[in-house]
């Protein structure tokens, strides 16, 4: 008994360190932002509006100058701000909606 439990604790080791393809979130690609403020803050809610895109809460997570990541860990897709899933990505970069931060090293 306690061998098949030593084997599977073994096993799930393996399991948790296997490096795991993360592309997307379940609204569309992980971003990496350069930063993420609330739609309410002044640069923000600036950009926003010479951008003519309106939030309905000036609380929302706005991702600035952003872009995917479609595999983490693969050199050259690395993140050095804090990586996250945004549901609204249709921006061209330049900002993403609804941005919660993501944990990539789960």
């Known amino acids: 008994m306690l061998s098949k439990l030593i084997a599977a604790l ?7 360190a296997t490096p795991t393809k993360r592309a997307e979130c379940s609204t569309g690609p992980i971003q990496c932002c350069n930063s993420v403020q609330k739609a309410g803050a002044p640069a923000v809610s600036t950009l926003l509006g010479l951008l003519g895109i309106v939030v309905q809460d000036v609380n929302i997570p706005v991702g600035v100058t952003c872009s995917p990541i479609s595999i983490i ?30 944990n990539v090293n789960v």
């Not at 073994?10 to 948790?16: D, E, F, N, P, Y």
């Open 73 to 102: 860990g693969v050199p050259g897709n690395s993140c050095s701000s804090q990586p996250v899933c945004c549901t609204n990505n249709s921006f061209n970069g330049i900002v993403a909606i609804g941005c919660s931060p993501i």
């Open 10 to 16: 073994a096993l799930a080791s393996v399991v948790a």
